[in-house]
């Protein structure tokens, strides 16, 4: 049987593992952007934060969030899964644990450089005019750093959809399943077209997420910043 | 300019020390403002006149002291509620990027919860004030703008929701000096409509001297030297910082505070319409417009005939006249008639002001 044949007649199963696959990367990604989101805007201090107890505090945990977070990225993926799994069991809470676990710092570092990149004119007039840190956050400053913040949620998707794939090791959904069976019994019928399927799928994945980003960079973006 | 000697904001025996610094940034300052006038903040570097103008509005909290904004105790209340009854301008404008410029200047009126059609007449009416025609202005974002324009729009911002104080910090520094000048001119005309109390700190003395109708120089250490209207800081330094501050540019920038309207002008003739009794006369054209002098006492020579407006000031009149290497101006009203002649000589053996015999 040749590739497309294969492909043919296994469509309506690829397109079920590519819908895992997607939405497994969305909701790892949706969750620790949360995580990213709330821990950067909370611990955010620049040169205008007044001195408090605090600051040294948030400052702290912010560096200290960032260090755990990359070294998290570099615990290799079948590990991590295989650690998660006495705790969390098999199937799709380990994976997506994971996942979010590995897309935390690519979108921390992103939303504290964002953060960071807001002009101090910007932040003293608007304090000088009387707006609150509240205020300031979600009126200036998420809106000015939200270009970074996106590119960062992006760099985790992509990070993310490959790695997705070793959640077939646990039993969790996606193309990864998928593969690693045709990987076990490559050399027999079809199981390179299994494995090669299986890939591509994840290329197409990636395409999808792509055109996504497109579409929500060209709409989320305030108009006086677009490039 | 009008000056009712009511305090609108004061200061008494602010002092600021910053945490882990030594001496303080500014110390024991009493300052007031009279309401409707101008306050020049002047200095040499990290003499505390920054740090004075950001404890009016609470940006930087004083460790000691009160603040008085028109007689009311300001110093423990709200920072926030504080900040947008002051207008708030700054060198760098800060205009944020993402806003138009309508919803830049329509900050402090949206917080205060303002209904739509009075924050767009709003909008309108300080665009037209800082001379920016609002259909063409108002939906563009800062980015498109120039430097100038963006200050203007800084201005009017600061102007939003008509509050009784302005605190400008180096508003104009920025700014190429050809923009800057026309800035300060159209600025000085903009306080003549509103009569806002205004602090203003600068570090350009020409500025102050313009601008304000107080200096207020500060010394090394936060300490005020002097506070005082700029003629007095020129000609009666009160100490020798102040002094040598001033430095030794006071006598000719002295000249561009005496209006040539405020002068004893030497009166002229129109040629042929009286005797040559020692003063200067000149032809006219058909519109009565000075076109040369036709006599002048005591000299042969028949320098060229050159103007200036009776709103300028000393200054412009001796730029005028180096400028043509003559040594007698023609002061000119809004028709262009002549009003009366500047001598060269006149300079330096005295101006008489008008009322002064």
Known sequence: MDFFTYVGSELDELVFYGQQHFLLVAIAVGIAGAISLAAGMLLHTNRLTPDSWSKPLRIGSREGLLVASSAALTIPSLALFGLLQPVLGLGATPSLTALAIYSIYPILRNVVAGLSSVDDAVLESARGMGMGPVRRMLSIQLPLAWPVILSGIRVAVLIIIGIAVVAGAINGPGFGSSLFLGLQRLGSVNSFNQVLAATLGCLVVAAVYELVFWAVQRFTTPRGIRV | ?357
């Open chain 2, 1 to 357: 300019m009008s000056d009712s000697g009511k305090p609108m904001i004061a200061l008494e025996g602010i002092s600021k020390t910053y945490p882990k610094a030594a001496a303080p940034a500014v110390q024991e300052l009493n300052l007031e403002v009279p309401e409707g006038t101008i306050s020049m903040f002047i200095g040499p570097s990290g003499c505390g006149k920054t740090t004075t103008l950001k404890m009016m509005n609470r940006l930087i909290e004083p460790t000691t002291g009160r603040i008085l904004l028109d007689g009311e105790d300001v110093t423990t209340v709200n920072a926030d509620e504080l900040r947008r009854r002051i207008g708030y301008v700054i060198q760098q404008v800060g205009l944020f990027p993402h806003f138009t410029i309508a919803d830049n200047i329509a900050v402090v009126p949206k917080i205060l919860g303002w209904d739509r059609n009075r924050i767009t007449a709003r909008v309108d009416e300080l665009l037209h004030l800082v001379g920016l025609e609002p259909k063409d202005y108002r939906d563009r974002y800062p980015r498109q703008l120039s430097g100038g324009q963006q200050q203007r729009i800084g201005v009017a911002r600061g102007l939003a929701a008509d509050p009784s104080v302005m605190l400008m910090d180096e508003p104009f520094g920025a700014i190429d000096p050809i923009t800057r000048d026309r800035l300060q001119d159209e600025f000085l005309e903009l306080q003549q409509q509103i009569a806002k109390t205004i602090c203003f700190v600068t570090h350009d003395l020409s500025e102050a001297v313009k601008l304000g109708d107080r200096i207020a120089v500060f010394g090394p250490g936060g300490t005020l030297q002097q506070y005082d209207t700029p003629d007095n800081v020129l000609t009666h330094p009160a100490n020798e910082f102040v002094g040598e501050f001033v430095g030794s540019g006071a006598a000719v920038r002295r000249l561009s505070l005496l209006e040539l309207s405020r002068l004893e002008l030497q009166s002229v003739g129109l040629d042929g319409t009286g005797e040559r009794n020692g003063a200067p006369t000149y032809e006219a054209d058909a519109e009565g417009r000075p076109v040369r002098w036709a006599y002048l006492p005591g000299t042969q020579a028949r320098p060229k005939l050159v103007t200036v407006p009776h709103t300028g000031t000393v200054y412009d009149a001796v730029d005028v006249m180096l400028d043509s290497q003559t040594e007698l101006v023609g002061v000119v009203d809004g028709e262009q008639r002549l009003q009366g002649a500047l001598w060269w000589k006149d300079l330096v053996e005295g101006l008489k002001t008008k009322g002064q015999a």
